[in-house]
């Protein structure tokens, strides 16, 4: 069969969980004998091109960063998908509308709806509008729903029927990379140092994490990865409470570098309020990292009770305190997230779950003559007519 998978910026992963995950699928769907084509923007050049890429093919489209570029780019990727047979695998809801080119032509596509994106407290109140206007229409455009947690699933009953939605969580890879240069390279030693890997959204309680560990003076180093600036007020406000202890290692994309700063850590710190299944979570039940965890839902699922839970600050800040005397209660959290990662998050299940889910929709997009037919150049966009 043919994949088509959109909705990222791009292969490899550099950015986040959904690249991580659109890398690893291609290539096992590659490896397992099936054509993929991933769409990648591409903000450094202005001509449209191709290549293969460990058997994947990429298409790279001239679209500028920001909001506008990445809707221009998820338009221009939905209108080339969809003169090609195949079957769409969009990744986020963010502009689903588009979808709704696939049902013109008939074109099978499938969302993985990933989280309650309009609940980021980031998004304006015109912004918040969009994106639930987008989740509404991807539950009912797409062919079928992919949802990376349980409680999404719920929610997104709302929108559709429940047979038209299936669970499949994000996975990951063990991790088990026990290189140290990374550590010399960041002044860390192996099993001393807490590890905070989350991008800098005030949903994800970094601000708590950072002033509740700078409370005291800690015995060992809180290591933050992410871009910060102190352009950006929250960002300014994060690095104002940081005390001595928080090291911001800036942004790591390397994801050899990144699995050696887990494997060693003392404990993973999870901030994450909203949201699904986090694969930054998985990877570290992967890394059999003792997790701390801000305590809702979503979290609860994902580790099962192999993980020390806060509500805020003052709780978070006692966990710290408690850890300052001792670490013998992060023993057994580390076998915990062992299993737990090998029971619910290997990855090769996961992929071949998604495997099965899109060989079930299958199909030619041609088989039937489409009411409606789009053009399309390889650099110049048209627009949809009737035929």
């Not at 994060?238 to 790591?252: M, R």
């Not at 699995?259 to 060693?264: G, K, M, T, V």
């Amino acid at each position: 069969m043919h994949i088509q998978i959109l909705g990222t910026r791009g292969i490899p992963s550099l950015h986040g969980g959904f690249e991580t995950f659109a890398h690893d699928l291609a290539i096992f769907l590659t490896e397992r004998g099936h054509k993929v084509t991933v769409y990648c923007q591409a903000d450094d050049c202005d001509v449209w091109h191709e290549d293969n890429w460990f058997g994947v093919r990429r298409v790279f489209i001239p679209a500028p960063s920001g909001t506008r570029g990445t809707i221009s780019f998820d338009l221009k990727s939905a209108l080339h998908a969809s003169r090609e047979d195949g079957l769409a695998l969009t990744l986020g809801y963010n502009t689903a509308i588009f979808s709704l080119l696939y049902r013109l032509v008939g074109h099978r596509s499938i969302m993985n709806m990933d989280g309650l994106e309009w609940k980021r407290q980031k998004w304006s109140p015109p912004a918040r509008a969009w994106l639930r206007l987008n989740e509404w229409l991807g539950a009912r455009l797409s062919n079928h729903l992919v949802a990376d947690h349980p409680s999404i699933a719920e929610h997104l009953s709302s929108h559709t029927a429940t047979s038209k939605i299936t669970m499949i969580p994000y996975g990951s890879h063990g991790v088990d990379d026990r290189d140290d240069s990374i550590l010399q390279r960041f002044g860390l030693e192996r099993g001393n140092y807490y590890l905070l890997i989350a991008r800098p959204e005030p949903e994800n309680s970094i601000l708590e994490i950072v002033s509740s560990y700078s409370a005291e003076k800690r015995k060992i180093p809180l290591v933050v990865l992410g871009k910060y600036s102190v352009d950006n007020a929250y960002h300014a406000e994060v690095i104002s409470q940081a005390g001595e202890g928080v090291k911001f290692v800036g942004p790591v994309y390397d994801r050899a570098a990144v699995a050696s700063l887990r494997i060693h850590a003392t404990a993973y710190i999870h901030g994450h309020q909203v949201g699904g299944t986090n694969p930054s979570l998985v990877e570290s039940l992967a890394a059999a990292n003792p997790i701390i965890a801000h305590d809702n839902i979503f979290t609860r699922w994902v580790t099962g009770d192999s993980a020390m839970f806060f509500n805020d600050t003052d709780s978070l800040r006692l966990i710290f305190t408690d850890l300052d005397s001792t670490h013998a209660m992060l023993s057994p959290l580390r076998e915990a997230s062992r299993s737990r990662f090998q029971q619910m998050f290997c990855q090769q299940a996961i992929l071949l779950q998604y495997e099965t889910l899109m060989e079930r929709f299958y199909k030619n997009v041609y088989a039937s003559e489409p009411k409606f037919s789009i053009d399309a150049s390889s650099s110049i966009v048209s627009t949809i007519r009737v035929d």
